[in-house]
């Protein structure tokens, strides 16, 4: 069965590289053509050594491949796009699939960006931190004035979760040539048993560093921590992704 399941997978990412290979190579001509569109498609392939999400893992010894498709389009400050984001494990024979559908909004209004969106979280075989069916809710806000990336995205579940979880994920990062650092935090807003709180309890901070491969700053490795203090998990994992995006 394993031997099955990596021959399936080696086939699935020899097509998710030349598609994003051709992806790459039809943006390649557009901009040779000088053609200019306010619709982007970015189409992105990443393997993470283990699936770590807000505190919770979703699976222990098993890496994942996780593909995805953005659309956009822009018109003067706005932007409005869709995403959709798939994961499953390589090294067991577990269906532990996950597909996400988000469709979100964003503006840029100065110093302020701002950015709303539902996500549509599908997980055929429920993880140990969610359902079937996790429908929920985001807004944020970042400064783009300041000398380094920052924003703050506040979460609720809207349905598919009793507790109607609430959650506010900070998060700063900066870059210097080929190299970036990061860090990540999550806080659960009151009783959840999506986030394994009694009340509003921290249970996420994760650091990261990554590097962009020079000449294809598309593609980047990055190793990140994750540390819930309210439950004690520790995990460390490896990220490899690249995109292509067509304009």
């Known amino acids: 069965m394993k031997h099955k399941m990596h021959v399936a997978w080696c086939w699935y990412i020899a097509a998710v590289f030349a598609l994003t290979a051709a992806a790459g190579n039809m943006a390649v001509v557009a901009e040779e053509e000088g053609s200019s569109s306010p619709v982007d ?23 994942f491949m996780q ?3 953005d659309v956009s ?4 400050a706005f932007t409005v796009g869709a995403n959709v984001w ?9 269906d532990n699939s996950e597909i996400d559908y988000t469709l979100y909004l964003g503006a840029g209004l100065g110093a302020i960006d701002l950015n709303a969106g539902v996500i549509d979280y ?3 075989n429920s993880f140990p931190f969610a359902e079937a069916h996790v429908l929920e809710a985001n807004v944020g806000v970042g400064v783009n004035a300041l000398p380094f990336d920052n924003s703050i ?13 609430m959650y506010l994920a900070p998060s700063i990062g900066t870059t210097y040539k080929n190299l970036g ?22 249970v996420d901070i994760t650091p990261s560093i990554s590097y962009s491969i020079p000449g294809d700053p598309e593609t980047s490795v990055s190793l990140n921590i994750g540390y819930n203090p309210n439950s004690g998990l520790k995990m460390s ?7 292509f995006n067509i304009d």
């Open 153 to 165: 995205t506040f979460y609720v579940n809207l349905a598919g979760d009793d507790d109607s979880s």
């Open 181 to 202: 650092i990061g860090l990540t935090a999550g806080l659960a807003l009151g009783e959840s048993a999506l986030y394994g709180t009694d009340g509003a309890a921290l």
């Open 86 to 94: 798939y994961s499953q494990g390589i090294e067991d024979g577990a």
């Open 122 to 124: 599908v997980i055929p």
């Open 67 to 69: 593909p995805s498709a």
């Open 237 to 243: 994992y490896v990220t490899i992704g690249t995109s």
């Open 41 to 63: 498609i970015v189409i992105d392939a990443t393997y993470a050594s283990a699936y770590y999400w807000r505190g919770a893992s979703a699976g222990v010894g098993t890496s």
């Open 73 to 76: 389009y822009s018109a003067g």
